[in-house]
T-cell receptor
Framework: GIQVEQSPPDLILQEGANSTLRCNFS?????LQWFHQNPWGQLINLFY???GTKQNGRLSATTVATERYSLLYISSSQTTDSGVYFC????????????FGTGTRLQVTL | DARVTQTPRHKVTEMGQEVTMRCQPI?????VFWYRQTMMQGLELLAY????????DSGMPKDRFSAEMPDATLATLKIQPSEPRDSAVYFC??????????????FGSGTRLTVV
């Protein structure tokens, strides 16, 4: 099946700092999503981004499908950004089954 | 906003008991997933339905787990008999997939299962 690797595994930021999270995948994808799992365990969909660039407030994401990676940018981080960020992908070869990376655990401190 | 509804939110049960978790996908979505999340294994796919037909349940322990979609508005995941190692958070997700294309999936809030 498709392999998904995320880096870094852990990240500690001071409030106001910027960060970049990376997701590498091993096959052509027809779906790529970034999720935030908050401290209450909810999985919140941040972006549906199989290719291109999107922005939503302080968050933006870019997927370069031909090079098989995606980046999630967090600017001016806030304590509410803490949690785990997951990249999940699916491909035609896996009948659109969604495969998750192991996540990046982000802690934003005051 | 449309949402995926899962019930119950929390369940504590004794080992050996039957557990049924329910999911109401978003209206119009034709794809439903069941995932299990544990600290050790992360998010594991258990079962996957397209247009109510099971496409992949290879991640599910067949001897005790079963997943069904009796109609387009309800997906169920059943464990019988339950064991302590089944303790986890179980997520349901739904989305729209057409041909080779998919358009993003939305997750429910999960069912936190504790088997004692």
């Amino acid at each position: 099946g498709i392999q998904v690797e995320q880096s870094p595994p852990d990240l500690i930021l001071q409030e106001g700092a910027n960060s970049t999270l990376r997701c590498n995948f091993s096959d052509s994808v027809n779906n790529l999503q970034w999720f935030h799992q908050n401290p209450w365990g909810q999985l919140i969909n941040l972006f549906y981004i199989p290719s291109g660039t999107k922005q939503n407030g302080r968050l933006s994401a870019t997927t370069v499908a031909t090079e098989r990676y995606s980046l999630l940018y967090i600017s001016s981080s806030q304590t509410t950004d803490s949690g785990v960020y997951f990249c999940a992908v699916s491909s035609r070869s896996t009948a659109s089954k969604l495969t998750f990376g192991t996540g990046t655990r982000l802690q934003v401190t005051l | 906003d449309a949402r995926v509804t899962q019930t119950p939110r929390h369940k504590v049960t004794e080992m050996g008991q039957e557990v049924t978790m329910r999911c109401q996908p978003i209206l119009g979505h034709n794809t439903v997933f069941w995932y299990r999340q544990t600290m050790m294994q992360g998010l594991e796919l258990l079962a996957y339905f397209r247009n109510r037909a099971p496409l992949d349940d290879s991640g599910m322990p067949k001897d005790r787990f079963s997943a069904e979609m009796p109609d387009a508005t309800l997906a169920t995941l059943k464990i019988q008999p339950s064991e302590p190692r089944d303790s986890a958070v179980y997520f349901c997700a739904s989305g729209l997939a057409l041909g080779d294309s998919s358009y993003g999936y939305t997750f429910g809030s999960g069912t936190r299962l504790t088997v004692v």
